[in-house]
């Protein structure tokens, strides 16, 4: 019972911090204040809440993990895949080695080996975060984007990397051969279950909806149960369950391309997604809020092994090391930028040499959030020995320290840095858009005459004549505005913006009046329900035009 009321506390102030973060007149992200919200609750009540770390990290980033590879922009990860990749590994094991040594250097009494798995644990950037100081300082599309395909790729990096590292500390032993070896494992492993899940389970769950009839709630269910499956597979093989729990959601995006669903089955399962993403990470970061007393006086602690007796050198070494991310990350951009322009130069096109307020932008941009906390709540809790892991309380403590550091400073140094700056324009994908609005208005009117052919040929109504003609005149009129170029064309998409408006005005009109006749219970409720579900689908439909 007091689980479940743990829970339950947990989930409403994930909700109440949704509030207080849209009414906010400080430019706070939302996960600044669930953290806060977080230690408000522990300051008012000792709840004891104990984390298990394979339990929390078995509960929490599956789901995540699933959903950035679900619905991360596919064409825009290849487009700039190059620049991904280079941040999502090769600045990954540039940050182990680099803040491993430095952590090391600067905390005689963390073994080299925590050091490099707290580096490891530091090295995801977390997209959640990030989307949310955007809200408050729009980010330029395409870094948000190259920002989301990093952190989705570094994420299974940092971790596998904390892995060995870890696997070092409890063994005492590491062989590069071994590891290279294990990476590969670890890898293909991981990628190939989880494509695999991914695929063995569409293919079933297809034929048994075409045999038997889909149903939504069973649909929204197995697509809840496949990132867990993928990774509780792929540890059983002793793969990646991370890389399985991503892989399988870029294969469920592509899955999804065919179109099978119902259309109500792809409305309810993106809500509930929705749901599911908002509450996961709110509990991780109001997790964090709640903990941080317990973690704060675990590393008072601890700081006393490092020499020190004063607290102060806790925020000394959370300081010392985001700044030490932060020109780790600087100086990987700034490098890797010069290997591109230089290979721009020599394929012989005009390079765009972007400002150094853009890296600086990018390097502080690289903000820690779910993905670390999960992954440092996981570090063991006893050595093979039955001793204690060695500092694992100042490890924890600094990666919370360094989340909070990085929100807070991405939340400040982001909006000046930002401010009209200027990057080459956005290719724009109205032309695209509209060959498809017209290839697909076309499909329809195909369709229609194909149904008026086989209702002609049975004789089944004189009426499907008169409601195919206004049917098919509809697409042709927006095959007309959508096949214009230039003036003629910006406005026929002026008049289609507002003919979309003036549809939602008059939808919302109309489920007012549904609402009121059943106020006056002149509709019955069970109508009622049923004819505001249309005009919620025809307002969705229109809404995101």
Not at 29 to 57: C, D, M, T, Y
Not at 224 to 249: D, K, M, Q, T
Not at 284 to 309: W, Y
Request: charged share 20%; proline share 5%.
């Amino acid at each position: 019972m007091e689980t479940t009321a743990i829970v339950l506390l947990l989930l409403v102030a994930v909700v109440i911090s949704g509030a207080l973060a849209r009414i906010s007149r400080l430019p706070l992200p939302l996960p600044l204040v669930q953290i806060a919200l977080g230690a408000v609750i522990s300051a008012f009540g000792n709840f004891g809440v104990e984390l298990q770390p394979e339990i929390f990290f078995l509960l929490f980033l599956p789901p995540l993990l699933f959903l950035d590879g679900w619905r991360i922009p596919k064409e825009r990860l290849l487009r700039d895949r190059a620049t991904i990749l280079e941040l999502a590994l090769g600045l990954v094991v540039f940050t182990v080695i680099g803040l491993g040594y430095f952590v090391h250097w600067m905390i005689p009494a963390m073994p080299l080996a925590v050091a490099f798995a707290l580096a490891a644990i530091l090295s995801p950037t977390d997209p959640v975060a990030v989307s949310a100081i955007a809200k408050r300082a729009p980010i330029p599309a395409r870094l948000l984007h190259i920002l989301e395909g990093e952190s989705l790729l570094n994420d299974a990096s940092g971790l596998v990397c904390m892995r060995f590292a870890v696997a070092a500390v409890l063994t005492g032993t590491f062989s590069l051969t071994a590891a290279l070896g294990t990476f590969l494992w670890l890898a293909l492993g991981g990628l190939f279950i989880g494509w695999a899940v991914t695929w063995i389970t569409v293919i079933a769950k297809n034929w048994v909806f075409r045999k038997f009839g889909e149903e939504p709630g069973a649909q929204i269910l197995i697509s809840l149960l496949i990132p867990f499956g993928a990774y509780l597979v792929a540890e059983e093989f002793h793969c990646s369950g991370i890389l399985a729990a991503v892989a399988a959601g870029i294969s469920m995006g592509y899955s999804e391309q065919s179109g099978q669903a119902l259309a109500v089955t792809r409305l309810r399962r993106n809500a509930v997604w929705d749901t599911v993403a908002f509450a996961a990470n709110g509990i991780i970061f109001v997790l964090l809020g709640e903990q941080l007393p317990q973690i704060v006086r675990g590393a008072v602690h601890v700081v006393r092994d490092t020499g020190h007796h004063d607290v102060i050198w806790l925020a000394i070494y959370v300081v010392a090391i985001t700044a030490a991310l932060a020109v780790l990350r600087f100086l990987w951009v700034w490098t890797s930028l010069r290997f591109t322009l230089a290979r721009t130069t020599r394929r012989g096109e005009k390079p765009y040499i972007p400002s150094w307020r853009l890296i600086m932008a990018a390097s502080l941009a690289g903000v820690r959030g779910a993905i670390t906390l999960a992954g440092v709540l996981t570090l063991p809790l006893i050595m093979p020995d039955g001793g204690p892991f060695p500092a694992r309380e100042l490890a924890v403590f600094l990666a919370a320290g360094v989340i909070i550091v990085s929100l807070v400073s991405a939340s400040i140094g982001l909006p000046p840095l930002l401010k009209n700056l200027e990057l080459p324009p956005e290719p724009s994908q109205q032309a695209e858009e509209d060959r498809a609005r017209v290839a697909a208005a076309k499909a329809a009117i195909e369709a229609v005459e194909h149904a008026l052919r086989d209702t002609a040929a049975a004789k089944i109504n004189d009426l499907y004549p008169e409601a195919g003609a206004r049917i098919v005149e509809i697409y042709r009129q927006r095959i007309v505005g959508w096949s214009k170029t230039g003036d003629d064309g910006v406005h026929a998409r002026k008049l289609e913006d507002i003919e979309r408006r003036l549809r939602l005005s008059a939808l919302r009109a109309e489920r007012n009046e549904i609402y009121r006749l059943a106020r006056a219970h002149r509709l019955s409720e069970e109508t009622a329900r049923k004819l505001t579900g249309e005009i919620d689908l025809l307002e969705v439909r229109f809404a995101t035009e």
